[in-house]
């Protein structure tokens, strides 16, 4: 997990995206890469989750409520309300530990 807009984060910077998986390099992105490639990004201070790579969800969300947890991520949040996000990813929510309220996701500090 990376914010978009860290020096180590090189897609749209340093390398072009792909076209199919294009994110906008703004403070509030986070990107899950898997073996450097972006696999899903969390877009608007996590509120939108974008997936590009299904097989790799489960792994990705986990990753990204370990992250925040331990500040890694969106360190001035207390909470991340995920709003926006593939039904399909519902699963891969849950298990990764989001709490399910009102229809979104969760994840506390």
Not at 32 to 48: C, H, N, T, Y
Not at 69 to 93: D, H, I, M
Request: glycine fraction near 6%.
């Amino acid at each position: 997990m990376l914010a978009a807009t860290d020096p180590n984060q090189v897609w749209g910077k340093a390398l072009p995206h792909d076209p199919d998986r294009q994110f906008i390099i703004v403070h509030g992105t986070v990107v899950a890469l898997k073996q450097g490639i972006p696999i899903a990004v969390f877009e608007r201070k996590g509120q939108s989750l974008r997936v590009f790579d299904e097989t790799a969800l489960a792994d990705a969300l986990i990753a990204f409520a370990e992250a925040f947890k331990k500040k890694s991520v969106f360190a001035a949040l207390t909470r991340v309300t995920v709003k926006q996000y593939p039904v399909s990813a519902r699963e891969a929510l849950a298990e990764a530990g989001l709490e399910r309220e009102m229809g979104d996701w969760v994840v506390y500090r």
